[in-house]
């Protein structure tokens, strides 16, 4: 069963950037749509961005429209979000999981999330 594994959270200054890291195990994710998730302190679990199979698709939520970029790389088995412009309100645990690309909902294959705080 495919296994997803997020990294590269941290602590970053407020305009800063980050890039996450969703790899998988066990199985390839190369026909499966991958998104990100976040959810942050006393707040209900959000859908980020998402991802076709093939990577010619994609879904932002709109706080993130045009700071946030998703890509994949099917030969190495991850997906990626760069994260540029970080505001404190970006501050959550981030999730990757299969998800639809449409509804930006996650599925299953869920990680166990990576930390991301932004703060001066």
């Known amino acids: 069963q495919l296994q997803l594994v997020e990294s590269g959270g941290g602590l970053v200054q407020p305009g800063g950037s980050l890039r996450l890291s969703c790899s998988a195990s066990?199985?390839?994710?190369?026909?499966?749509?991958i998104g990100w998730f976040r959810q942050a302190p006393g707040k209900e679990r959000e859908g980020v961005s998402c991802?076709?199979?093939?990577?010619?698709?994609?879904n932002y939520a709109d706080s993130v429209k045009g700071r946030f970029t998703i890509s994949r790389d099917n030969a190495k088995n991850t997906v990626y979000l760069q994260m540029t412009s970080l505001k404190p309100e970006d501050t959550a645990v981030y999730y990757c999981?299969?998800?639809?690309?449409?509804?930006?909902?996650?599925?299953?294959?869920w990680g166990q999330g990576t930390q991301v705080t932004v703060s001066s």
């Open positions: 991802i076709s199979g093939e990577g010619d698709s994609t």
């Open positions: 066990r199985a390839t994710l190369a026909t499966i749509a």
């Open positions: 999981a299969a998800c639809h690309v449409s509804l930006l909902r996650g599925t299953y294959y």
